[in-house]
C-alpha cells in the first residue's frame, strides 16, 4: 500500500512539484487554494461567482497522464479582441464543468478523469466568494489576493474576510496522511492560504505526519525581502497552531552570478539563504542539496531531484 502524501499550496510551485512527485509510488492528495481574483481566474469568479479555478488547472495539467498536446491545450490562453481574451481553455472547462454539477470537487473529479489524472485534487473550499486580506505593516488593509502580490508590502496578518467552510475530504486527508508537505510558493497567496483556515489547524494539529515545508529559492518583493530558510520556516510557525513545521527541504545550489543579478535588478529578487543557526534554534531537521536548474533563463527546482528527496525521507 502506498504512503500518503498530502501536498498543500497553490500556483506555479506546486504544480511543478507535483510533475515530479506523480512518478513516484504515492498516494497523492493535492489541497488547492481557491481565492485567486487575478487575469483569467478574477474575470470568471466575477462572472460565474465561482471559486478560483486557475491552480486547479495547473495542477490537474501537471498530474495528467494524458499527451503533451493535451495539457498544452489546457493552459492556452485566447489571445483576441473578444471576450475571450486571455483566458485559459482548462480554466473555461472547469467553469462548464462546475454550472453542470453544482460541485467544485465533482468538476474537478471530472476533468481528473477526462485528463487520466491518478491522484486526488481538491479545492481547499466550495465558497464562492472567498476573499483573502492583508494588514501590512503600517495598518492599511489590502483586500484580494491579487491586490496582495501587487502591493509589494510587508503583512503583518494574513486572514480571510470570512472563514471558510473548508471540505471534508480535505481534513479528512490531512487526519491520515504519512506526510503532510507545504509545496514552494508564495508564502503569502500559496501556502498561507490553505493553512489559515482554522480547520485546517485543528486538523494539522490531529494528524500524526510530519509537517515539511520545501522552502523557496528566491524572496518576493516586498514580501520576503531579505528572508533566509528560517525566517520562512518562521513565518509559516507563526501562522500554525500546536503542530509546527518539522523538516524544511533547502536548495543550496551555486547559482552563476549573472543570472543571479538579472533576478536581483529585473525582479528585485534575492537568492534564499541557508542560515543554519536559526534553523537549528527552530528545532526543523533541514535537508539541502543541489535542487535548482536554468531553464529558459529561469531558476526553477530540478522537480525530479526534489521527489527523490522526498520519497527517501518518507522510506526512511
Known sequence: MHKKVVVLGGGTGMSYLLRGLKEFPLDITAIITVSDNGRSTGKLRREFNTPAVGDIRKVITNLSGTDEPIKKMMSYRFETSSDLNGHAVGNLILTSMLDITGSLKESIACLSKLLDVKHKVLPISEDSNLTLMGKDINGNIIEGEEEITKSHKKFERIYYKEEPKVLDEVLTSIEEADLIIFSMGSLYTSILPNIICSEVK?????????????????TQPGETDNYSVGDHVELLNKYLDAKKIDVVIASNTKIDKKIAKKY?????????????????????????????????????????????????????
Open 202 to 218: 485543528e486538523s494539522l494539529n490531529k494528524a500524526k505526519a510530519p509537517i515539511m515545508y520545501l522552502c523557496n529559492a528566491v
Open 264 to 316: 536581483e535588478t529585473e525582479e528585485q529578487k534575492d537568492l534564499v539563504k541557508i542560515d543554519y543557526g536559526k534553523i537549528n534554534k527552530l528545532n526543523v531537521e533541514l535537508i539541502e542539496s543541489d535542487l535548482i536548474v536554468v531553464e529558459d533563463n529561469t531558476l526553477r527546482h530540478n522537480s525530479i531531484k526534489l521527489s527523490s528527496i522526498i520519497f527517501s525521507y518518507l522510506m526512511r
